[in-house]
């Protein structure tokens, strides 16, 4: 029955992450998978989450099957948290937002709707972008392509590049866009790149699709919202994939929402009701647990005051370390670049390590990283960061 599947070999990040786990030394460091961890190396139990896990339990409501589309309270939430509480755009009634696995699962559902759509569509990510958008556009049908983004040379964006690339794509191409902390590199684009970016997006036909999976890790939860919303002041149709997996720490329960913003009230309907009826097919539900925490402690002015604290203390943690790492590096091989460190944002950096020198990082420092140099910042603190200082000038010096 399956002996005809191909190989199959999982993306770097998932693969790398297991032999990490399958990896016996207590030494042994995760610098592969987006995943925060605090000043002594644990995933946090943020304070407000377990406030809110409390108050959940303790209510001791049924577990019965939540709305495919999700709370009420929790989409306006999040919208809210898109768009900026009181934003125009919020009564204009033209946006959908529908819970979903993670923001995984909310890239999913925005592939499999325009798939349905548009199956002849092109859709371009970055180059580089996350493993997984290729792979999860291209299992939905579409061919990908990918836009210039990166520069090695600056550690940087190249936005003239990628704007050259976008305004030749065909009309109606699909563009994914990361709002924030791009992943894998760190480097974003400035507001004034976006504030070109976005009209230019209309005038050609494009389909802006947004991944913000980092929202508040970069330089707060509205300055980095910032592109999604100059989206939604242009008046275009677009949709943002949100996780709330680093943000609340929450990796496991897979919280995420999927926002569309249609041209009027009786599309929006109309993209709801499709979306409702793919998910329906798919998974038919989405959970309970971890979107009613995320709710509560969004609803809840104290909690949700404390929560952004504790994000801001998680974001500046990750800026510090970035700092450090960064002049450390800078003045051990000052001809490596490594400064851009300290100006990419979010959990990620690309180091400009080669494969050769990431593969001797793990074998021999037993620090794990991308092989495309793709380094977990967010997971570096100030009992490892000597160490994998060291390690990094070491396979560098070769
Ligand atoms: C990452 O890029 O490491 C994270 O987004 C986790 C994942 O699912 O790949």
């Known amino acids: 029955l399956f002996a005809g599947i191909q190989d199959a070999p999982l993306d770097p990040i998932m693969r790398l992450f297991e032999a990490f786990n399958a990896d016996p030394s207590p030494k042994k460091l995760n610098l592969v998978v987006g995943v925060y961890t605090d000043a002594d190396g644990k995933v946090p139990r943020l304070r407000a989450v377990q406030t809110a896990e409390k108050r959940w339990i303790e209510k001791g409501l049924p577990k019965t099957y939540r709305p495919i589309e999700g709370t009420k309270p929790f989409r306006d939430a999040v919208q809210a948290l898109l768009f900026g509480a009181g934003a125009p755009i919020?009564?204009?009634?033209?946006?959908?937002?529908l819970q979903s696995i993670g923001g995984?699962?909310?890239?999913?559902?925005?592939?499999?709707?325009?798939a349905k759509l548009y199956p002849d569509a092109t859709v371009a990510v970055s180059n580089p972008s996350w493993e997984n958008h290729k792979a999860l556009?291209?299992?939905a049908g579409f061919t990908v392509v990918d836009y210039?983004?990166?520069?090695?040379?600056?550690?940087?964006?190249?936005?003239?590049?990628?704007?050259?690339?976008?305004?030749?794509?065909?009309?109606?191409?699909?563009?994914?866009?990361?709002?924030?902390?791009?992943?894998?590199?760190?480097?974003?684009?400035?507001?004034?790149?976006?504030?070109?970016?976005?009209?230019?997006?209309a005038e050609r036909g494009l389909v802006p699709f947004l991944d913000i999976a980092y929202q508040g890790f970069g330089n707060g939860l509205d300055a980095d919202a910032e592109p999604v919303r100059l989206f939604a002041e242009s008046g275009q149709e677009f949709l943002v994939a949100s996780s709330f997996s680093k943000s609340f720490s929450l990796y496991g329960e897979r919280v995420g929402a999927l926002t569309i913003v249609a041209e009027n009230p009786s599309a929006r309907a109309k993209v709801e009701a499709f979306a409702k009826r793919l998910v329906r097919a798919s998974y038919s539900n989405p959970h309970t647990h971890g979107a009613a925490i995320v709710e509560i402690v969004l609803t809840d002015p104290e909690l949700r005051a404390d929560w952004e604290r504790e994000l801001a203390e998680m974001r500046d943690r990750i800026r510090a370390m970035r700092e450090r790492m960064a002049d450390s590096l800078q003045q051990r091989h000052p001809e490596r670049g490594f400064d851009a460190i300290k100006v990419q944002k979010g959990m990620f950096s690309y180091t400009g390590l080669s494969p050769a020198e990431a593969t001797r990082l793990r074998e021999e420092h037993e620090v794990y990283a991308l092989e495309t140099g793709r380094i977990c910042v967010a997971a570096v603190n100030s009992h490892n960061i000597d160490h994998v200082?060291?390690?990094?000038?070491?396979?560098?010096k070769g």
């Open 137 to 139: 556009f291209t299992q």
């Open 104 to 114: 995984t699962g909310a890239l999913k559902t925005g592939a499999d709707i325009l």
């Open 90 to 97: 919020l009564s204009q009634n033209r946006t959908a937002t």
């Open 148 to 201: 210039p983004y990166f520069s090695a040379e600056t550690g940087g964006a190249d936005y003239p590049a990628m704007k050259a690339y976008l305004r030749d794509l065909p009309k109606g191409s699909i563009v994914v866009l990361h709002a924030c902390c791009h992943n894998p590199t760190g480097a974003d684009l400035t507001i004034d790149e976006w504030r070109d970016l976005v009209p230019l997006m």
């Open 389 to 396: 200082i060291d390690a990094i000038d070491a396979v560098v």
